[in-house]
């Protein structure tokens, strides 16, 4: 059985111009803000200069994941009766605001005196700033469901990506000059202090939404009864339990995601600029990707978008691997992070999109709540790679990576197909 849009959405929603624009420059300048703090090649070279503990290398990448999704069940708990969710995201969003600055101007009074110092308040800072992001995660995500009909959601999220994406591709470069001109830490404080000023423009953007009214009058539950229901949804409803398998196996990439550019410093020897490089091949993967992922979102189906994400995280352990059998050209080494751009593009797209489409309205808040928290440990993956790689080898770590990305493969052909109304708004 489908579950059809409700005769609500047909209609354009009020503010709908204004508030797709405000959504989009938020995301675009997130997303260009993500180059110069990338969990793939930034954070983890930049604490690698301070530890050698591939550990807590991989804790970099896994930070703003990690706060992301582990608060969301909690927050949608308390808050899924509230007629409005943007005053908690505007609350929110002055504590990500402060942390971030704090956290940046912590790389020049530290600098080179006191490295323990330097490492302690950046994983202190950023920690209190990705847990303000999931704290806001589920306001974030029910107005964009409110606020945006379910057949421009691919184009509202592809605007985002690609825009921001094409930007950050730019900011690979800029990264690249910086990491060229300036020894370090002062380079990473330059790159944060241009990542902070586009983060804060980025969250108040989005505190200037118009956010209606909710159709259905939400009766306030304890936070036990909500618990219960979150347990009932994933034991009854098949589709949510897909998409949640889908999310663990796929989401999995991230065991081995910070270490590819630790592999390119320790065994191919780059310099600090190809830092630079890298990050502008995974925007540009994440960008390109972005003209399928939002075409094939809106028009043919979500589950296709995170299917064919899945066969793209397959690609970058398997170039890996290759190198370590026998040396290939940097260029071709360069293609992991296009591939691994790729897969977080499509995995976010497809599956933010198809778990608005799977729950109603009265549930949404709990359904998006319910299945972040429950992925949310996936993201200790990074540490677990840390740990892995700090026993074994990189050729053990890249083998289990990849293993897990053909478990993903089958796990996102057997999601359900669901059925899509197309709406038209000019």
Partial sequence: MFDEYPAKSESVPEHYKRNFSLGVVNGVLFNFAWAFTAGSTVLPWFV????????????????EALGWFMPQLPVAVITSHHHKQLPLYTRTAYL?????????????????????????????????????????????????????????RGSFFGMRMFLGGSLGAVGGLIVKKIMDAYHFPTNFGIIFSVAAVLILVALFSFCYI????????????????????GMRIFKEDQRFRQLFWVRVFVG?????????????????GISPGMVGVFLTFEMSGYVLSNLLWGYLSNNVSNRLVILLSSFCSVV????????II???????????????????????????????????????????????????????LSVVGGLILQLTSFT???ILVLLIAIIGIISSYRLTQLKTKRLNIL
């Fill in 48 to 63: 690698s200069r301070l530890t050698s503990s591939n550990i807590l290398i991989g804790l970099s990448s896994t930070l």
């Fill in 326 to 380: 026998t040396p290939l050209p940097l260029a071709l080494f360069c293609f992991i992070f296009f591939f691994l751009g790729s897969t977080n593009a499509g995995l976010g797209l497809g599956a933010t999109n198809y778990l608005l489409h799977l729950a109603s309205e009265e549930d949404r808040t709990l359904y998006i709540g319910f299945l972040h928290t429950l992925v949310g440990p996936t993201v200790f």
């Fill in 96 to 152: 990500r605001a402060v942390a971030f600055l704090l956290m940046t101007l912590s790389v020049f009074v530290f600098s080179n005196k006191n490295p323990t110092g330097l490492l302690l308040s950046f994983f202190f800072f950023y920690s209190i700033y990705s847990l303000g992001g999931g704290l806001a995660g589920v306001a974030f995500t029910d107005i964009v469901a409110k606020t945006i009909p379910p057949n421009k």
């Fill in 396 to 398: 053990i770590l890249y």
């Fill in 252 to 268: 999995s990439f991230v065991l081995g995601y910070p270490f590819y550019v630790i592999f390119a410093r320790k065994v191919l």
């Fill in 210 to 229: 118009k956010e209606p009214a909710p159709v259905l009058t939400k009766e306030k539950k304890s936070w036990k009864e909500n618990f219960r229901k």
């Fill in 316 to 323: 970058p352990p398997l170039i890996l691997l290759s190198n």
